[in-house]
């Protein structure tokens, strides 16, 4: 478990050897060195971070305040200008604990949102240099930004707190890294990951959700319905032992063992397989 924790707070420098920010083909409103923000429609924004694997942020605005999912890898300044994008006040939400996610910029909010879930992954992560408070979501709650509601539902399998956001009058979500970005690195295990995919099922197909933006957004890889079914379905086959894993190269973050189907690749140890 040490070395796990370990791992994630240093993901951030690890993924400084794979930096590529690529043009996600949407209105640019802000770019720097560190971030670009395109806009998705009216009230909606995209962040992009250059240090691991184009590390999305998103700016979701109502009529009286404004939420920021997740914070990227090393954005200075990054409050100051999310403030320039929108005038509503701004609280930081995050999909879950790590690094590229939840990296140095939190520290420029007092307070942050995350899953109890991730809960263990706090002192490896964030504790030594975040001075702001840190809450907790509750699967199911509704944010109300007045004239825009998102709901919070809880996906695990990436990490047990995964968090996944939606709003459902526009028919689409935001999904951090809880069905991998066309990628998906497996730090819980195979049953939680099927549990959690056929709990949201039911809710993307009720409220006829369409995508999902996902952590690492490329501008091709938006998240659907049934990426979410695929990825259930390599669970029930990995866990009836009906799939056979290929090795892994390199240390991919001790996931050794990787799954490619559906288009979708899943990495993973044997540790995920219960």
Not at 91 to 118: C, M, Q, R, W
Not at 197 to 217: A, Q, R, S
Request: with cysteine; charged share 25%; net charge neutral.
């Amino acid at each position: 478990m040490k070395k796990t924790l370990i791992s994630f707070a240093i993901l951030a420098l690890i993924c400084l050897s794979a930096s590529a920010q690529r043009k996600i083909g949407i209105k640019e409103v802000y770019k720097d060195s560190n971030v670009m923000f395109n806009q998705i429609d009216d009230h909606t924004w995209v962040g992009t971070g250059n240090l691991c694997y184009n590390e999305s942020l998103y700016l979701i605005e109502g009529n009286d305040k404004a939420i920021l999912i997740d914070a990227g890898t090393k954005i200075p300044g990054l409050k100051k200008i999310v403030e320039s994008i929108t005038s509503k006040p701004v609280t930081l939400l995050a999909t879950h604990v790590h690094g590229d996610h939840t990296g140095e910029a939190i520290n420029e909010f007092d307070k942050i949102y995350i899953s109890p879930g991730d809960t263990v992954m706090i002192p490896a992560n964030v504790k030594d240099f975040f001075k702001g408070e840190i809450l907790y979501l509750k699967d199911g709650e509704k944010i109300d930004l007045g004239g825009r509601v998102i709901d919070v539902i809880f996906t695990p399998g990436h990490t047990y707190g995964s968090v996944s956001f939606f709003d459902k009058d526009k028919g689409y979500g935001f999904s951090g890294d809880a069905f991998g970005s066309g990628n998906l690195l497996v730090f819980t295990d195979f049953t939680t990951l099927k549990n959690g995919c056929e709990k949201v099922i039911p809710y993307l197909e009720k409220n006829k959700i369409k995508f999902m933006y996902p952590g690492h957004y490329w501008g091709d890889n938006l998240e659907t319905t049934q990426r979410v079914k695929d990825l259930k379905s390599i669970s029930d086959d990995v866990l009836s032992g009906k799939i056979k894993a290929d090795k892994n190269t390199g240390d991919n973050y001790g996931l050794d063992n990787i799954i490619d189907k559906f288009g979708v690749k899943v990495n993973y140890n044997s540790k995920a397989i219960k």
